[in-house]
């Protein structure tokens, strides 16, 4: 576990703070370029074209791993999430994407390696932590017998950094729940308690949102509206940290994404850095007997189980252009034809499909969970 000193973390949160400036949810616009003090100050453009101005670090783990009894859940992973970006956290089931978030949040205690949040030890200062972050739980039990404003009155009251009057009517209303406010929580829908759920993360005006599978259980229409939700709170200037199964939502919110596996982290970067590693696509059932592909069409090109035309291509235009010329001279007619680029479907999968790298899991104290 992080052995930093506390002059050190002292420190580092001057500096977090200083960065921060006096509105923790000002979106950042310091100019970009290096920062002395270990503050790195960059921009980037993402996939949608939206500018973010990332002035710091507010999260970093390096090395982390993370053991239940002997099984190691989390293996030794380097993470880093920028000021006012949205972060996904993808991975196959029991990747230790929870884990992952349970430690950065201060719930759980890492085995081994560094971690750091907002300038903080997580777990020895998980009580100032608290009162700057927000979670939104996998599951979190509501109390059915409640009406939405009163867990939300009853939440406030535990929630370190919540105001001492929330204005319940305004956060529900934040998530589009406004008009259930009276109804019992065993009466709202699986969406529903998703969005009271991530009402609950708000109330002490979070300026880092931990939000696990946040859209679980909700119809497209309510995962639209929730994406619009986060999309809000990161233009407000909150920075995101969500684990979703949906690549689709990756897609849609994240500035950088990260896929797990196996406890590992298999790859981290954009959208587009992810996608530019994989060839593009075109398939198409062909005929029995056609002629021989044209030849650096034939050195790309592999069957699939059902007979299926597949080429994998750096160059899609200039290989589709090839395949349908060949087409034309020998009037074959390309049943099915579909061309893509490559989609982080294809990244993920390769991922998934792997054996994650396997490291003999050697524990010679600290056994049991904790
Ligand atoms: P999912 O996507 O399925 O929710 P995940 O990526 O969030 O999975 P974790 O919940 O972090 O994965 O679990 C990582 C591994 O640790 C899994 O193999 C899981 O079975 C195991 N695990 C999680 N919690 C415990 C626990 N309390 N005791 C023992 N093993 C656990």
Known sequence: MDTTSHTDQTTSATAEQAVRGSSSRSPATLPTGSAEGGAVSTATTTG??????????????????????????VRGIDLE???????????????????????????????????????????ADRRALAARIGVMFQASGLPGDLTPGEVLDVWTRLVPGAPRHLDAAAVLDRVDLGHRAEVRVRQLSGGERRRLELALALVNDPELIFLDEPTTAMDPEARQRTWRILEDLRAEGATIVLTTHYLEEAEALADRLAIMHGGHLATTGTLAEMVASQHATITARLPDDTPRLPSPLEANAAQDASGRLIVSTPRLQDDLSELLSWADTHGVHLEGLQAADASLAQVFHRIADSSPANEDVTITSQEGAR
């Open 81 to 123: 999430v920028r000021r006012g970006e949205l972060f996904a956290l993808l991975g196959t089931n029991g990747a230790g994407k929870t884990t992952t978030l349970e430690t950065l949040e201060g719930q759980r205690s890492a085995d081994d390696g560094d971690v750091e949040v907002l300038g903080l030890d997580p777990r």
């Open 48 to 73: 949608e074209g939206h500018q973010l101005h990332i002035d710091s670090v507010v999260l970093s783990a390096r090395g982390l791993r993370c053991r239940y009894g002997r099984f190691e859940a």
